[in-house]
């Protein structure tokens, strides 16, 4: 062997040439992905325990690979656990996770709907799928969408349009209008004294003209049908006298149509928000419950923390003494390690 080969060879052997990639043990247990990172984490432990050696840095590469286990065990355990809040929150907001769960599920709740109106329901007992059931049957929507976020803001979006009905209603039940009547308002109460007049069997031409103090145009009759017809506070004031002059059977009334119907409607907004606040409440349970891993998991989650520790220790209080007999002071030969909770010492 020439000095040649056998300076590559020295520099193939010695410690200080060889760089954590290298070492088989490391190697295996760093993905392509995760390398650049743990190369900045192996660096900065290496700066901090400064090794002196080829065993020493065996020792530093060790300590690196065990720490760097430990806080992907963190980071495992931190994605199972949105995993699981995750599946937790969708089957609480949706229900089954296949088309045909789906199916399954709306078919039943249609019929818990229909055997027990929402209206009536012991709201704070429900669970998750008959509060969808019941909201489904009070907005006409699907049951695996009614709890989404989205659709959770347009139910209580329609929940206050239903509670400022009732309020209207409850109003004209008492022979007054609403004061601060918005136009939306005002539109309500028009379609209300509409419908309130036809049921009670009157040509539009008698109402109308009663409402607006003249006789209406055809373009009135036709903005009438469409449910278009804009109502001014003037023509709801003729349209309330008109109304309350009728005689009709005390059953068919304004003040008890009005208030009977507004009564409805106001408890149908009320029930419809405590729905939503149910429904958001399950979900928050749910996510809640799996906050904390199985037992099972548990226990395998404690076992490999406990299996590392151990090995990150070990490697610490090595290279701990390597490094004080390397500065000529003594080190134990062994070392005594005792474990316990707080409550046992």
């Known amino acids: 062997m020439n000095s040649e080969n056998a300076k590559q060879t020295l520099e193939r052997v010695d410690g200080r040439t060889l760089n954590a990639r290298t070492h088989g043990a490391l190697s295996d247990s760093v993905p392509d ?3 650049e990172a743990y190369e900045e984490h192996l660096a900065g432990i290496t700066t901090s325990l400064t090794p002196v050696g080829y065993l ?10 065990n720490l760097w286990r430990l806080a992907r065990l963190e980071r495992w355990e931190a994605w199972q656990l949105e995993a699981s809040a995750e599946d937790a929150e969708v089957r609480a907001r949706y229900g089954g996770h296949t088309i045909f769960d789906e ?4 078919r039943t709740l249609r019929e818990l709907y229909e055997k027990a109106p929402a209206l009536m329901a012991p709201v704070p007992t429900l669970s998750a799928g008959e509060v969808r059931g019941h909201l489904a049957a009070l907005e006409h929507k699907t049951p695996a ?11 209580r979006a329609n929940a206050a349009e239903f509670l400022r009905e009732g309020e209207l209603l409850l109003a004209l039940s008492r022979g007054q209008l609403p004061e601060g009547m918005s136009d939306e308002d005002r539109s ?5 004294f509409q419908r309130y007049f036809d049921e009670c069997g009157l040509k539009p031409k008698k109402y109308l003209t009663a409402a607006m103090g003249a006789v209406p145009s055809s373009d009135d009759f036709a903005a009438l049908e469409d449910y278009e017809l804009v109502w001014s506070h003037e023509m709801l004031e003729h349209a309330l006298s008109f109304a ?17 119907k507004g009564s409805a409607t106001r408890r149908k ?5 405590a729905l939503a606040a149910r429904g958001e409440q399950l979900v928050t349970r749910g996510v809640q419950a799996v906050s904390i891993p199985s037992e099972a998991a548990l226990e395998k989650l404690q076992r490999y923390e ?5 090995q990150l220790y070990k490697a610490m209080h090595e290279l701990e003494a390597l490094q004080e007999r390397r500065a000529g002071r003594a080190s134990p030969l062994a070392r005594l390690e005792v474990h316990c909770s707080p409550s046992e010492g």
């Open 56 to 65: 020493e840095e065996r020792l530093v590469a060790r300590i690196a690979l």
């Open 244 to 260: 309350l002059s009728l005689k009709v059977p005390t059953a068919e009334t304004l003040v008890m149509v009005a208030a009977t």
């Open 33 to 35: 992905f995760e390398w």
């Open 145 to 155: 969408h009614v709890l989404a976020p989205d659709m959770l803001e347009d139910v």
């Open 269 to 273: 907004g009320e029930t419809i928000l």
């Open 188 to 192: 309500n109460v028009g379609f209300f």
């Open 306 to 310: 406990t299996h590392l520790e151990r």
């Open 103 to 106: 199916f399954d599920e709306q």
